[in-house]
């Protein structure tokens, strides 16, 4: 059995910084797991895409988050992250991660990441 999980959500203030991971776990060798991206989905709102990664490396982020989030991976951990600076009220949402294993896509449950002072 496989699954996804984020963690490293919580409350910060206008300007802070948090590090999202998303780890895949259970029946799974290391390296198996191809990480696609991070989305988001705020009150009220349609999720919406934040970062993606290919198996090369290759990283392209929505116009909003630019400059302020990095994500990146460890293979060999079959892990994830979503590095996030300069955090403003309005990247408050769900943030959830996806990962393509064993030719099936898994998504994460989310992690709440709440950005008020």
């Known amino acids: 059995q496989v699954q996804v999980a984020e963690s490293g959500g919580g409350l910060v203030q206008p300007g802070g910084s948090l590090r999202l991971s998303c780890a895949a776990s259970?029946?799974?060798?290391?390296?198996?797991?191809?990480?696609m991206g991070w989305h988001r989905q705020a009150p009220g709102k349609q999720r919406e895409l934040v970062a993606t990664?290919?198996?090369?490396?290759?990283?392209n982020y929505a116009d909003s988050i630019k400059g302020r989030f990095t994500v990146s991976r460890d293979n060999a951990k079959n892990t994830m992250y979503l590095q996030m600076t300069s955090l403003k009220p309005e990247d408050t949402a769900v943030y959830y991660c996806?990962?393509?294993?064993?030719?099936?896509?898994?998504w994460g449950q989310g992690t709440q990441v709440t950005v008020s002072s």
């Open positions: 259970g029946t799974i060798a290391r390296n198996q797991a191809i990480f």
């Open positions: 996806n990962a393509l294993i064993r030719d099936r896509l898994y």
């Open positions: 990664i290919t198996s090369g490396g290759t990283t």
